[in-house]
């Protein structure tokens, strides 16, 4: 089965600096990759999703990610980190048969 | 914009008690599952639902757990008889088709006393 790992529990950013949360997965075939965002207390909100094509990827909120199969990564971006960007970020590995796993979450505080 | 819906957002339920946790996924989604998430841990797989059968179920998914589609807009978790430890909030998603985007509902927060 698939699996997903996010090395950092926690970072903090001070506001207007780049950010860049780390995920690497594990998965035979190829893998269906995925960031939410969930503020506290929220449900999943869906930022950006890989499936094929372009390895480099646009979401929602300025944020992006990069594919590199060679080193099993899917590391998601943001030039520049607002305040309303403090939140837990998880990163997911679908299979083909769709069932998801998730990483255990990076939590973002952004200093002012 | 169609949503997956989740009711009830909360609910409080003694221990021993059985539980119904109930989703209304998208109209024309065809696949369905459900995902548990433990307070401040990670979102872990439970079950996903094909075909008025389940397709696949992770190790959580004991026999105190069983899944439903009653009708054909209902998506049901039941659990039997309910533990402390499955105080947890509950997800719904859907999705119409495999290697596809799965949509996630608000989430249904369970508590066990």
């Known amino acids: 089965a698939q699996s997903v790992t996010q090395p950092d529990i926690h970072i903090t950013v001070s506001e207007g600096a780049s950010l860049e949360l780390r995920c690497n997965y594990s998965?035979?075939?190829?893998?269906?990759l995925f960031w939410y965002v969930q503020s506290p207390g929220q449900g999943l909100q869906l930022l950006l999703k890989?499936?094929?094509?372009?390895?480099l990827v646009q979401g929602i909120k300025g944020f992006e990610a990069e594919f590199k199969r060679s080193q099993s990564s899917f590391n998601l971006r943001k030039p520049s980190v607002h305040w309303s960007d403090a939140a837990e970020y998880f990163c997911?590995?679908?299979?083909?048969?769709?069932?998801?796993?998730f990483g255990a979450g990076t939590r973002l505080t952004v200093k002012p | 914009e169609p949503e997956v819906t989740q009711t009830p957002s909360h609910q409080v339920t003694q221990m021993g008690q059985e539980v119904i946790l109930r989703c209304v996924p998208i109209?024309?989604?065809?696949?369905f599952y459900w995902y548990r998430q433990i307070l401040g841990q990670k979102v872990e797989f439970l079950v996903s639902?094909?075909?008025?059968?389940?397709?696949?179920k992770s190790e959580i998914f004991d026999d105190q757990f069983s899944v439903e589609r009653p009708d054909g807009s209902n998506f049901t978790l039941k659990i039997r008889s309910t533990k402390l430890e499955d105080s947890a909030m509950y997800f719904c998603?859907?999705?119409?088709?495999?290697?596809?985007?799965?949509?996630f509902g608000p989430g249904t927060r369970l508590t066990v006393t």
């Open positions: 639902f094909y075909n008025n059968e389940i397709s696949e």
């Open positions: 998965y035979g075939a190829t893998p269906y």
């Open positions: 890989y499936f094929s094509g372009d390895t």
């Open positions: 998603a859907s999705t119409p088709r495999l290697s596809y985007e799965q949509y």
């Open positions: 997911a590995v679908g299979s083909n048969n769709n069932d998801m796993r």
């Open positions: 109209s024309n989604h065809l696949y």
